[in-house]
């Protein structure tokens, strides 16, 4: 019985946290047939090569393009109703296809992200993915989403032990890291898909092509190889997020000035 119970509780926690995760904003409704297609298209893609770059290049580039993006960030970051809208820009010399965005309002880009891109509107993409997740709180909804996670984790894991959870602080851990990375699970996918969104906005509005900008999208989806997203990916495979971008610039075509709120 407590087999059960414990199980219900997890699986009950999860419920809420997914429940919970629901992304401010409407995000394209994506079809298969879409996906499809640019599943296709990233298999087409000939295996991306890098070129040599050096750092003082590298950061000139990237913070020419950051400034540049600024104000349409500053824009959306506003018309989103988030009050902290000042960033703090960090290059990072190592040679891998990374980014990301920390709490302490840091956009971090990678010399690989310079060095794999073919333009600057791709770049310019992967930078305003990155302050697009400070505009829309992820970071504070991960935290959040994950401490949540770790006291279901833990609770269940007492409720399966018993009597004997006092004596087992070493299982209940294990469950509350559990719980944390499920937590985190439930939230990303979502959190990357709906800063690919606000991101194409923000390029947008910064006189960035949206079709240059989708480049980096395809690049990525060849280098991981991922067709298909799975419960226990933190970001989503490459096609999805190629078809939602694609939705996205259509959408902005038509004549959308700002991300369309729930």
């Known amino acids: 019985m407590l087999r059960k119970t414990s199980f219900f509780v997890f699986v009950l926690g999860l419920l809420f946290l997914a429940g919970c995760a629901t992304p401010q904003h409407q995000l394209p409704d994506i079809q298969d047939n879409r996906v499809y297609a640019a599943a296709a298209e990233i298999a087409a893609t000939p295996e991306p090569t890098p070129r040599e770059v050096s750092d003082h290049e590298a950061v000139a580039r990237i913070s020419a393009l950051y400034?540049?993006?600024?104000?349409?960030?500053?824009?959306?970051c506003r018309y989103v109703g988030e009050h902290h809208c000042e960033w703090e820009l960090t290059y990072s010399p190592e040679e891998e296809v990374n980014a990301y965005a920390s709490d302490a309002a840091t956009v971090v880009i990678y010399k690989g992200i310079v060095q794999y891109a073919r333009s600057d509107a791709e770049i310019a993409m992967v930078i305003a993915h990155?302050?697009?997740?400070?505009?829309a709180d992820h970071i504070r909804e991960s935290q959040n989403s994950q401490a949540v996670g770790a006291i279901i984790g833990g609770v269940a894991m007492t409720l399966l032990l018993g009597d004997a959870a006092a004596y087992s602080g070493q299982v209940i851990a294990d469950g509350m890291q559990i719980g944390a990375v499920a937590g985190a699970l439930t939230f990303s996918r979502k959190q990357e898909m709906e800063a690919d969104y606000l991101s194409a906005y923000i390029i947008a509005r910064a006189g960035f092509d949206l079709d240059a900008g989708r480049g980096i999208?395809?690049?990525?989806?060849?280098?991981?190889?991922?067709?298909?997203?799975?419960?226990l990916d933190t970001h989503p495979a490459g096609p999805e997020r190629l078809a939602a971008w694609d939705l996205a610039a259509a959408e902005i075509r038509s004549g959308s000035p700002m991300p369309r709120k729930r």
Do not use: C, D, F, Y
């Open 67 to 76: 400034n540049q993006l600024k104000p349409a960030a500053l824009e959306v």
């Open 130 to 135: 990155e302050m697009a997740h400070h505009i």
């Open 217 to 231: 999208l395809v690049k990525l989806g060849r280098m991981s190889g991922r067709t298909e997203s799975t419960v």
